[in-house]
């Protein structure tokens, strides 16, 4: 039996909500499967651990999460502290140095939920979104000078590198060439960005030709958006920079139905470092306490880092009663169900058996 270390890191606003239901509901799984065991250790690091302490993770944090197989997280960010200190003091500041360069998020309508385009099938969405995670538009390159002038300016560096395009392209193709459509879409804005983005579309090229059984079309941004609304059923695998996807996988989750049940993996390939699973939907402290929030999106969280462990029966058992419950109509107010938070963890582990 093969035993796995995890850091549960609930954060802020509905993340502790959520990561509660996330756990639940793994626990219930590991308890059927048998063939391996769950060891969670809460890192309580967030918004209450800034005030306190003036950090949002502690020097030594890296070294902290390296004892850890993976890490499940809830949400980062308070009204009280700028967005830009949140997200650069705990979830940028773990992306990068643990090069968790790959940011999957799958996207499809479930079962019972009806597209937010009505003129859209069900089936017409059933995408993976691969978002390089470590540079870009992200670099947090840049500074500001002559602040308070009227000269005041400020720099953001975008840095578009050989080596991390290369690497995230090869895991699109790879990622598309496992999926029965083989299709992967290059999102880009190399007509505009003269330089990256340029870089991005010769190597997207370049790479092509190791993958000659994946068709590949390339899309600028904009016109992206109006693809996703219009012509769904046309894409399969998408691969874009840090900025564009993180926009773009946000759409896609609406048109889906709900942020509520977006999910993602902040992923290290090599397996050097632990990777990150997180729902999409943030802190949303507007319902924070409330017990409405959708569980959905931390739970399929959860089954995509049971998949990336090797325990592919413990995530088919998750994804199989996330479409029971969904199917059931036993769901939160986000999906038109009436159902709160526990009530729909609930019926989940109920269908995982």
Not at 112 to 141: C, F, H, T
Not at 254 to 267: C, D, F, P, V
Not at 301 to 306: G, K, N
Request: charged share 20%; with cysteine; hydrophobic share 40%.
């Amino acid at each position: 039996m093969v035993h796995y270390k995890i850091a549960s890191m609930p954060g802020d606003g509905i993340g502790p909500e959520v990561i509660a239901s996330a756990i639940e509901v793994l626990k219930k799984t590991a308890d059927v499967c048998k063939t391996f065991t769950l060891e969670f250790e809460e890192i309580p690091w967030g918004t209450a651990f800034y005030k306190s302490t003036g950090a949002y993770m502690p020097a030594d944090g890296l070294t902290t999460l390296k004892r850890f197989d993976a890490v499940l997280f809830g949400a980062v960010g308070a009204p009280d502290v700028l967005d830009s200190i949140s997200l650069w003091g705990l979830l940028l500041a773990m992306r990068g140095p643990l090069q968790q360069y790959v940011n999957l998020r799958p996207v499809r309508c479930l079962p019972g939920i009806q597209p937010a385009v009505r003129s859209v099938k069900p089936e017409d969405i059933d995408w993976v979104l691969v978002r390089e995670n470590s540079e870009g538009e992200y670099a947090g390159q840049g500074g500001r000078s002559h602040r308070g002038f009227e000269w005041e300016v400020a720099t953001e560096v975008g840095i578009f590198t050989r080596k991390g395009i290369t690497r995230i392209m090869k895991y699109a193709f790879e990622t598309a060439q496992s999926r029965p459509k083989k299709h992967l879409t290059v999102v880009s804005k190399g007509n505009a960005q003269r330089y990256g983005l340029v870089l991005w579309d010769e190597i997207a090229e370049e790479v092509s030709k190791e993958f000659p059984d994946v068709t590949m079309d390339k899309m600028l941004v904009d016109a992206m958006t109006v693809r996703m609304v219009h012509r769904p059923a046309s894409l399969d695998t998408i691969v874009g920079t840090n900025l564009h996807m993180d926009i773009l996988s946000d759409l896609a989750a609406a048109l889906a139905a709900s942020i509520g049940i977006a999910a993602s993996a902040n992923i290290d390939p090599t397996r050097t470092n632990p990777s990150l699973f997180e729902p999409v939907h943030g802190s949303a402290f507007d319902i924070t306490g409330k017990g409405i929030a959708d569980p959905l999106g931390a739970i399929w969280s959860a089954a995509m880092m049971l998949e990336f462990l090797g325990e592919k029966k413990g995530s088919s058992l998750i994804y199989a009663a996330m479409d029971q419950v969904c199917k059931d109509g036993n769901v939160t107010g986000d999906l038109g169900g009436k159902l709160n938070t526990k009530q729909v963890t609930e019926a989940l582990v109920k269908s995982i058996a």
